[in-house]
């Protein structure tokens, strides 16, 4: 279990990764002038251990996630799904994940081959955005981690992109 919390006071994305203990495990820093909505997670060491960023030639929202300086999976959100948000987590190989909610409660479940492997609640009543992430066994918990910043990312966009939006 891991609760993936923004920081209050922080210029850009910044959001601290905590374990279950409520220890910090991650640091996640938004890069602010970034013109490819990037994020950079750290290790508690302030090591780089994997980053996110959104690719600029897309049909669709699209979003890669790095570990180890390696693709880990590009997170695209499907075109079309009315009342829900679904995404596709694209892994190397054959094992893909689908990461699907609903809008209006904000809650996820990640699967792979139909079985759900992590699942994503964002919480309502608080000041900043907070997720809280459970991953199964045996699934890279910076994979998950990354798939929710990307999704963070992605609905950020789409909430600036809502017309009204700063009249």
Do not use: C
């Not at 997670?41 to 897309?58: K, P, T, Y």
């Not at 190397?92 to 079985?115: A, N, R, S, W």
């Amino acid at each position: 279990m891991f609760v993936i919390k923004e920081r209050l006071f922080a210029l850009g994305d910044d959001f601290d990764v905590l374990d279950e203990n409520g220890t910090k495990v991650y640091r996640v820093d938004g890069k602010v002038l970034s013109v490819r909505n990037k994020v950079v997670i750290e290790n508690a060491d302030g090591d780089e251990v994997a980053s996110v960023h959104r690719q600029l030639i897309a049909l669709r929202a699209t979003y890669e996630i790095q570990i180890g300086g390696e693709k880990a999976a590009e997170v695209r959100k499907k075109l079309f799904t009315p009342f829900r948000d679904k995404f596709t987590i694209d892994v190397p190989g054959p094992d893909d994940l689908e990461m699907k909610g609903d809008l209006l409660d904000h809650e996820y479940v990640i699967e792979q081959d139909g079985t759900e492997v992590a699942s994503v609640s964002k919480r309502w009543l608080t000041i900043r955005d907070t997720y809280a992430v459970k991953v199964a066994d045996g699934i890279d918990p910076l994979l998950i981690i990354g798939s929710v910043l990307a999704l963070d990312l992605a609905l950020e966009r789409d909430a600036e992109k809502k017309p009204g939006k700063d009249d």
